[in-house]
């Protein structure tokens, strides 16, 4: 398919200022901090990638609490209720944790390791329509049900796409060394890119439920919606 340029245009651009920091404790090697989620709560779930946990601080950014999580954890999405899903980068299955009792309710193998991991915008996780999007290594995004009896794989190769969001049966994705964000259908075929050059080296990508997106730019040390 040929590509098409979004019609959407920047509402805003959001420069890096310090309002709160995150204040994080512990772990026996330097912290990564790869993905976040925020909680109904308004606590905040961090993967801590090269020390095995996922880290939940409230909402001012202190921590309360630290959940082992082995396989160094690289995203993590919102569920529901006090559940979240987690993309592992060295072990080939998606973790799914209860945020309160720190314990693993279910876990769910995939083709391969995994880096950015969304999830269906306001369904409940037993619903039919219900998917998890996770960016699979060597294959491309894998979408599945909770089960994993539902699973397709729309294959998009290369390194430099590492994050995912998904809502209304499409994708959408940052390739941070084009500086595009682009958007496809489940079967792969791309709707739209979006290019700027006041996002550069786009990485985290987040959807809001009214559709406003957010960006997260590397190099450019901002956020764009």
């Known amino acids: 398919a040929q590509a098409i340029r979004s019609p959407g245009y920047v509402m805003h651009q959001y420069s890096i200022k ?3 920091q995150i204040h994080i404790t512990g772990g026996k090697n330097a912290q990564r901090l790869t993905g976040c989620t925020m909680l109904p709560s308004g606590d905040i779930a961090i993967a801590d990638k ?10 001012h950014g202190y921590l309360k609490k630290e959940i082992p999580v082995i396989g160094s954890p690289v995203d993590v ?5 006090n559940q979240v899903a987690i993309s592992l980068a060295n072990k080939a299955k998606i973790k799914f944790v ?3 009792t720190g314990t693993t309710c279910h876990k769910l193998s995939i083709p ?10 306001g369904y409940d996780p037993h619903h039919s329509d219900y998917k998890i999007v996770a960016r699979i290594k060597d294959f491309g995004f894998l979408i599945t049900d909770r089960a994993g009896k539902k699973s397709k794989v729309v294959e998009n190769q290369g390194d430099a796409i590492l994050y995912v969001s998904y809502k209304d049966e499409k994708l959408y994705f940052t390739k941070w060394d084009t500086n595009k964000v682009i958007c496809c259908d489940l079967s792969g075929n791309i709707i739209w890119e979006f290019m700027n ?3 550069q080296k786009p990485c985290g990508i987040s959807l809001a439920d009214d ?7 590397f190099e450019s040390n901002n956020i764009v919606m």
């Open 18 to 20: 310090t309002h709160w």
């Open 197 to 199: 050059d006041i996002l």
């Open 77 to 81: 999405a919102y569920e529901s209720q």
């Open 50 to 59: 090269n020390n095995d946990r996922l880290l939940i601080c409230d909402p």
């Open 211 to 217: 559709g406003n997106m957010f960006l997260a730019g």
């Open 112 to 121: 391969s390791t995994s880096y950015g991991i969304s999830t269906s915008i």
């Open 98 to 100: 209860n945020t309160e």
